[in-house]
Nanobody, 118 residues
Framework: QVQLVESGGGLVQPGGSLRLSCAASGDILTIYAWAWYRQTPGKRRELVAAITMGDNTHYTDSSEGRFIISRDYVNYTVYLQMSSLKPEDTAVYFC????????????WGRGTQVTVSS
């Protein structure tokens, strides 16, 4: 089992920046890929960014060029640095971990709210 705990969410103005953190514990060495997803009310959870154990990264059209995913090997933490935030980035952001891929994660955190508003 893997436990994931997100932090760093909050209220930020449009154009601002925010860094989300995901602290991982448990059977971390079984994980192939880490990812951040987000969800707004009434919509499906969508992928934001992913990183593999080989540090290959993947971004979506909405995150490419504005967000950076990274991970800390020592502290087993995955980060999502978000810049140039827009109101449409408002969502609950979830950390996820997959044993074989990022598209179908095996483990989820509980989420952290990000609100972009003036």
């Amino acid at each position: 089992q893997v436990q994931l705990v997100e932090s760093g969410g909050g209220l930020v103005q449009p154009g601002g920046s925010l860094r989300l953190s995901c602290a991982a514990s448990g059977d971390i060495l079984t994980i192939y890929a880490w990812a951040w997803y987000r969800q707004t009310p009434g919509k499906r959870r969508e992928l934001v960014a992913a990183i593999t154990m080989g540090d290959n990264t993947h971004y979506t059209d909405s995150s490419e060029g504005r967000f950076i995913i990274s991970r800390d090997y020592v502290n087993y933490t995955v980060y999502l640095q978000m810049s140039s935030l827009k109101p449409e980035d408002t969502a609950v952001y979830f950390c996820a971990a997959g044993r074989t891929n990022w598209g179908s994660p095996d483990y989820w955190g509980r989420g952290t709210q990000v609100t972009v508003s003036s």
